[in-house]
């Protein structure tokens, strides 16, 4: 999957290459319906991604590295990886917990 863009019925998400790294990066069907503020289909992904592949790199390639992913580890993007790597936002932070206090 040297350099190319595909979809995968499979996994119901886009998968790409990321470069210097060996193995292949998803972004699911769903993620993309928080972006594109629809219901996605494969072609809309597939047309978003060709018009914001630096954003898809960039948030590649900050996950890799703040995970610190060995080469041959596949990884996938949500969201708001992507939406961080679309703002130029580098605020890690720790991550977010939802707390659910129980009212009853």
Same mark, same amino acid.
């Given at each position: 999957?040297?350099?190319?863009?595909?979809?995968?019925?499979?996994?119901?998400?886009?998968?790409?290459?990321?470069?210097?790294?060996?193995?292949?990066?998803?972004?699911?069907?769903?993620?993309?319906?928080?972006?594109?503020?629809?219901?996605?289909?494969?072609?809309?992904?597939?047309?978003?991604?060709?018009?914001?592949?630096? @954003?898809?790199?960039?948030?590649?390639?900050?996950?890799? /590295? %703040?995970?610190?992913?060995?080469? +041959? &580890? $596949?990884?996938?993007?949500?969201?708001?990886?992507?939406?961080? @790597?679309?703002?130029?936002?580098?605020?890690?932070?720790? /991550? %977010?917990?939802?707390?659910?206090? +129980? &009212? $009853?």
């Amino acid at each position: 999957m040297k350099n190319a863009v595909e979809w995968s019925d499979e996994l119901d998400a886009l998968r790409f290459s990321v470069p210097g790294h060996g193995a292949p990066c998803a972004m699911h069907r769903l993620a993309f319906k928080a972006l594109l503020r629809q219901e996605p289909e494969k072609a809309a992904c597939l047309q978003f991604f060709e018009s914001n592949s630096p @954003a898809f790199l960039t948030a590649a390639a900050a996950k890799i /590295a %703040r995970l610190a992913l060995p080469v +041959d &580890r $596949s990884l996938h993007l949500n969201s708001r990886d992507l939406r961080r @790597a679309m703002t130029s936002d580098d605020t890690q932070g720790p /991550a %977010r917990a939802c707390r659910i206090l +129980d &009212r $009853s």
